[in-house]
């Protein structure tokens, strides 16, 4: 009875069961880069500057058209600075189709509004647009930092950063005290913290000298020594503020990692990894870092722009290929984060289908809410196809879904994947306290992410 039962029945196991001291070994090393990225990283502009540093030490060069590309040519397009696209050129003709891992490389935050900077009873502001699917209590009381980009009139662009470095001050969305928050509690969460109540405190100072709105003038007087920009310059700006929270190991163990924007660029860091430990694959192998997966995948750097189109019709076209037949015939990994079950969270799961910390990468066949709605929804044969690939090398992997049918749901870039005709399924770390200013991963889960997509590159 017991062989039968070993025979028919599939239970996954905890993945450090399953693995050796050398592993062991290997799960520390790559989680200390992948740390040392996410801290790096804070912003999708940072990401894609960083992705290509990494890129070059690597030997990738800067992709133009018409240019030579032989087996084994290393190539990157930067899609204006907030999306990137790298390949190593493979053995076979990409008239039988690339190997493509698609993350994406923005989180939640909140940007500033086009006109942010305002005084009230002598304090400094800074009013907020949240960007993405947050919580707007969990970004209220918690240090924050300043990122992005500030284009002036001339055509110079000044990169901003406050915050990151020790010892630079950081700013703040304050709240009520518990002794005057008697009417505050009465109210449901949406209501107690409106969108536009999300401004940040930016300083208290006056200038010295008489007149109005001397805090104000005193805040931009700093930021016009420090970065030459002045309020009108705000209009175009892109600048936002996420959490002042160093990426740390988690547990008396250290077995997780703990740091804002793991989704996605847990995965983001994975397919890149994967990539730069390529040596010639049989078939091109593409890695995709995309923008504004956050609000939809619209936008010139989004998923739904033409621009991988035009990367990917570039290389066919030198080798005299059709794009859509290169498409037909390729694999997508939609390398996006799936939600961990969490013990104290049990009636959102429904715990058979849920994917755990320590059980491996986690597989989506579907994501979408409800009824499946605004899902690629993998078929079955691609799903299989992804088990065989995995068992063979050694990838610990489980199967995944977002919570219970009618509780809620999501969406990655696999959609518009699969509506270009690319076989595409959904995979990635899973995370705790996902699109909270503070996400937990597990280590072994991060390094199987990395796995899974190194194996998939190097497929035959």
Not at 138 to 163: F, M, N, R, Y
Not at 243 to 270: H, K, M, N, W
Not at 358 to 378: E, H, L, M, P, Q
Request: glycine share 8%.
């Amino acid at each position: 009875m017991d062989e039968l039962r070993d025979s028919l029945f599939f239970a996954p196991k905890n993945g450090y069961d399953r693995i050796g001291t050398d592993e062991r070994l290997a799960i520390e090393d790559y989680s200390r880069d992948y740390m040392d990225f996410l801290n790096n990283a804070r912003m999708e502009r940072e990401a894609v500057k960083y992705a290509i540093g990494m890129a070059i030490e690597h030997g990738f060069v800067e992709y133009v058209p018409g240019m030579e590309l032989k087996p084994g040519t290393k190539v990157y397009k930067n899609n204006r600075g907030k999306s990137l696209m790298l390949a190593v050129i493979g053995k076979k003709s990409l008239g039988e189709g690339a190997v493509i891992a698609g993350a994406h490389v923005d989180s939640p935050r909140l940007d500033l509004k086009q006109m942010p900077l305002y005084e009230s009873d002598e304090m400094a502001f800074l009013k907020t647009h949240y960007y993405g699917g947050i919580k707007k209590y969990q970004w209220v009381t918690i240090p924050l930092e300043l990122h992005g980009v500030v284009a002036l009139k001339s055509g110079e662009v000044v990169d901003v950063v406050l915050g990151r470095e020790s010892g630079e001050p950081k700013f703040v969305i304050t709240d009520l005290l518990p002794h005057l928050a008697q009417d505050q509690m009465k109210k449901t969460m949406p209501e107690v913290f409106p969108g536009e109540s999300l401004n940040i405190l930016i300083g208290s100072t006056p200038y010295a000298d008489e007149g109005k709105d001397r805090v104000k003038l005193a805040i931009l007087s700093l930021l016009n020594d420090s970065y030459g920009i002045t309020e009108e310059d705000f209009l175009s700006a892109e600048l936002a503020a996420v959490p002042a929270f160093d990426v740390t190991e988690i547990g008396l163990d250290r077995s997780f990692i703990g740091g804002y924007g793991q989704d996605d660029r847990v995965c983001a860091f994975a397919e890149l990894r994967a990539l730069f430990d390529l040596d010639v694959p049989e078939r091109t192998a593409v890695c995709l870092l995309a923008d504004k997966e956050e609000i939809g995948s619209e936008g010139v750097s989004g998923m739904q722009s033409e621009c991988f189109d035009t990367f990917m019709a570039d290389l066919c076209e030198s080798e005299g290929v059709a794009l859509r037949r290169c498409f037909e015939k390729s694999f997508c990994i939609s390398a996006d984060v799936c939600n961990a079950y969490d013990p104290l969270y049990p009636e959102v799961s429904e715990k058979m289908n849920a994917a755990r910390a320590n059980y491996g990468v986690g597989i989506c066949k579907f994501t979408g809410s409800r009824g499946k709605s605004g899902t690629s929804d993998a078929s079955a044969e691609l799903v299989a196809y992804c088990r065989k690939l995995f068992s063979e090398g050694n990838v610990i992997w489980q199967m995944a879904e977002l919570g219970k049918v009618d509780q809620g749901g999501g969406g990655t870039i696999a959609k518009f994947m699969a509506k270009r005709n690319i076989d595409t399924i959904d995979a990635g770390t899973p995370v705790l306290s996902m699109h909270a200013p503070f996400e937990v991963t597990a280590k072994l889960d991060c390094y199987m992410t990395y796995k899974a997509v190194k194996v998939a590159y190097e497929a035959k």
